[in-house]
């Protein structure tokens, strides 16, 4: 099926550290949702963006979407060990009605 | 106020049977979409639900069918299991009356085929 590519892949940072990840698309999106996935759980939304870019926090988190409406970008800044997880974009395309198309996953793991 | 709950949590069954999974969508959400996702990957969209009707559909085969119920719960029912079908499967609710794009996430129902 189709997928956004997201990288990176995967992180290891160190506590305290900013993090970054995009997502880019071949096509024109209208909505750009970021979610964590923990283990064995189901995705928990953490930001939704529906304007060319708007720029959205939630606490340490801040998502924008990409002005060309193909990419979108996710900090988090001060990393904490609660912040691993895996990490997935989500889009909607204009012809998609409401179906959401994923990115692979960033996964981040903190350095001991 | 609840959120999205789906049944079983674990399912094993084998090859060539069929399986009922099934999903209670957030309060006061109308629509129901269901992916699913192998291990190491994002969900892949298999189909979603609003008004009793499947109003979109992924590239997922005739095998898998499902249902959605006047108070908007949902099932998802996939005949003939091949070992390719083990996977996590994911409902998630939305409000597509108030036109909202969010979709809300259960914590899925792993599905082994052996």
């Known amino acids: 099926g189709q997928q956004l590519n997201q990288s990176p892949q995967s992180m290891f940072i160190q506590e305290g550290e900013d993090v970054s990840m995009n997502c880019t698309s071949s096509?024109?999106?209208?909505?750009w949702l970021w979610y964590k996935q923990d283990p064995g759980e189901g995705p928990v939304l953490l930001i939704a963006?529906?304007?060319a870019g708007e720029l959205t926090s939630n606490g340490r988190l801040t998502a924008q979407f990409g002005t060309t409406r193909k990419d979108s970008f996710l900090n988090i800044s001060a990393s904490i060990p609660s912040d691993v997880g895996i990490y997935f974009c989500?889009?909607?395309?204009?012809?998609?009605?409401?179906?959401?198309?994923w990115g692979a996953g960033t996964k981040l793991i903190i350095k001991p | 106020d609840a959120g999205v709950t789906q049944s079983p949590t674990h399912l094993i069954k084998t090859r060539g049977q069929q399986v009922t999974l099934r999903c209670s969508p957030k309060?006061?959400?109308?629509?129901v979409s269901w992916y699913q996702q192998a291990l190491g990957q994002g969900p892949q969209f298999i189909f979603q639900?609003?008004?009793?009707?499947?109003?979109q559909r992924g590239n997922f085969p005739d095998r898998f069918s499902g249902h959605q119920f006047p108070n908007y719960s949902s099932e998802l029912n996939v005949n003939a299991l091949l070992l390719g079908d083990s996977a996590l499967y994911l409902c998630?609710?939305?409000?597509?009356?108030?036109?909202?794009?969010?979709?809300?996430f259960g914590p899925g129902t792993r599905l082994t085929v052996t």
């Open positions: 998630a609710s939305s409000w597509l009356a108030r036109a909202s794009r969010e979709q809300y």
């Open positions: 309060s006061g959400h109308d629509t």
């Open positions: 639900y609003y008004e009793e009707e499947e109003r």
């Open positions: 096509s024109i999106f209208n909505t």
């Open positions: 963006l529906y304007k």
């Open positions: 989500a889009g909607q395309d204009l012809d998609s009605n409401y179906q959401l198309i």
